[in-house]
């Protein structure tokens, strides 16, 4: 996979980077999203989400699914589901939640945690994030998903 690390320096930039992300989305796409805590996973999103429907950063409103698991967000006939898989260790588990079906969806899925994932995913691409001090995040985008 040929991709490219760029440097965020704070939120904002997570932000359009995630928005630039989503503005070149076709479905079906499963992004796998691989990083510690804090790394802007969900701040990613959130611009990925904003970038796919076309919406400003605070529509719609992406918060992360930690406790809900799964977030479903639609604009216009398109759908992102948002899943973090951080208190789900199994594959019954995962099934348990309906991600394989969730899985097969014509859909834009991004999952964070996805080094835990345990059910097949077709269509998928894996972005890297991890932070270099406080405010700094470098963030390993496949040359697919960066418009040219």
């Not at 904002?12 to 076709?26: D, P």
């Not at 805590?37 to 990613?44: D, H, N, Q, S």
């Not at 097969?104 to 972005?127: F, G, H, T």
Request: aromatic share 8%; glycine share 8%.
């Amino acid at each position: 996979m040929n991709s490219q690390v760029y440097t965020s320096t704070g939120e904002e930039q997570t932000l359009e980077i995630g928005r630039k992300i989503g503005s070149v989305l076709q479905p079906p796409k499963v992004i796998l999203l691989e990083g510690c805590l804090g790394a802007g996973k969900t701040a990613l999103t959130r611009g990925i989400v904003s970038g796919y429907f076309g919406l400003p950063f605070d529509r719609p409103d992406v918060r992360s699914p930690t406790f809900s698991l799964v977030n479903q967000y639609e604009h216009h006939g398109r759908v992102v589901f948002h899943i973090d898989l951080y208190r789900l260790d199994t594959a019954g588990e995962q099934y348990s939640i309906g991600l394989d079906e969730i899985l097969s969806e014509e859909a834009v899925i991004i999952i964070e945690w996805s080094e835990k994932l345990k059910v097949p995913a077709d269509y998928q691409v894996n972005i890297r994030l991890w932070p270099t001090d406080s405010n700094r995040r470098k963030i390993e985008i496949p040359n697919e998903l960066w418009p040219s």
